[in-house]
């Protein structure tokens, strides 16, 4: 039954990936949203449960089959230490079977995180690379979720944008707007150093790599969410909804960026070295 289940959902992402060279993938995301509607309406199955926070207990007092790392109120309880520490102690390789999303594996320490990482004989990125579902229907392929061979032909696609001549080339740029995020932190008080700067410096950096316009850049850090964090993926209330609104404001902002540059490509205009360039002077 699983070997069938696996057949089905390859045939089905083989299709919508297929269609999307005829169709535009507004479209299709119209179609699924819809779909959704649908369902929701007149059927009950859900695409996410929501989590509900509850007062998690002291790992001293928990068996080790009772941990569960996904659970998000680790961090917001600030328990996160202790429970990994256990494991790390106790159980490097931990085996969850009844979180809220299905059973997995916790691999603790560095040296077995980097042969699973390097193994993808026996440990494969596809389909998905985090716990939970995506929605029925976008379930596209993910440069990050394949496995060599394909993931080594894309990946030759894109990383001439990190070669030391062009990241040379990039490199006041870089220093110039990480500068300027380092000088306008507040002096004397608290701040949040993920707002301020991580997630501040990570969306500059996006920009220049894909050449997307400077000034919209936090929509770069909405669409990354969006796609791979959402609420629902996370054990959060999601409504579908805004996934799929979000998604559809993604697609069309990327594909006019897309087309802009081509349409300049097409009047002999020398290819840049971003990244929405290279994919597109690339056969692979």
């Known amino acids: ?16 990936n297929k269609s999307l060279k005829y169709i535009p993938i507004q479209n299709h995301i119209k179609v699924m949203h819809v779909f959704h509607k649908i369902r929701s309406e007149y059927f009950t199955n859900k695409d996410f449960e929501p989590h509900i926070e509850t007062t998690l207990p002291d790992i001293e007092s928990l068996d080790l089959q009772e941990i569960d790392l996904s659970n998000p109120f680790l961090y917001r309880q600030n328990k996160w230490q202790s429970y990994y520490k256990r494991l790390r102690d106790e159980a490097p390789v931990h085996y969850q079977p009844n979180s809220p999303f299905g059973a997995f594996w916790s691999v603790m320490l560095h040296e077995d995180v980097m042969y699973v990482d390097r193994n993808h004989q026996l440990f494969s990125s596809e389909p998905i690379i985090m716990l939970g579902d995506q929605p029925q229907g976008m379930e596209l392929e993910m440069f990050i979720a394949m496995d060599p061979p394909k993931h080594d032909e894309q990946r030759q696609a894109v990383q001439g944008v990190v070669t030391a001549k062009n990241l040379k080339e990039m490199e006041g740029l870089i220093r110039t707007r990480t500068i300027d995020v380092l000088e306008h932190l507040p002096i004397d008080q608290p701040f949040d150093f993920v707002e301020k700067v991580s997630i501040e410096l990570t969306s500059r950096m996006l920009s220049t790599l894909l050449d997307f316009p400077y000034e919209q850049r936090h929509k770069l850090v909405q669409f990354s969410e969006i ?19 979000g998604i559809m404001e993604m697609t069309k902002a990327l594909s006019a960026l897309w087309h802009d540059k081509a349409r300049r490509l097409a009047a002999g205009e020398p290819p840049s070295f971003d990244l929405m360039s290279l994919l597109q002077t690339s056969e692979a």
């Open 1 to 16: 039954m699983d070997t069938i289940r696996y057949t089905l959902e390859n045939t089905k992402k083989h299709l919508i």
């Open 227 to 245: 796609a791979s964090s959402t609420p629902g993926t996370t054990g959060g209330n999601m409504q579908v909804d805004e996934t799929f609104n």
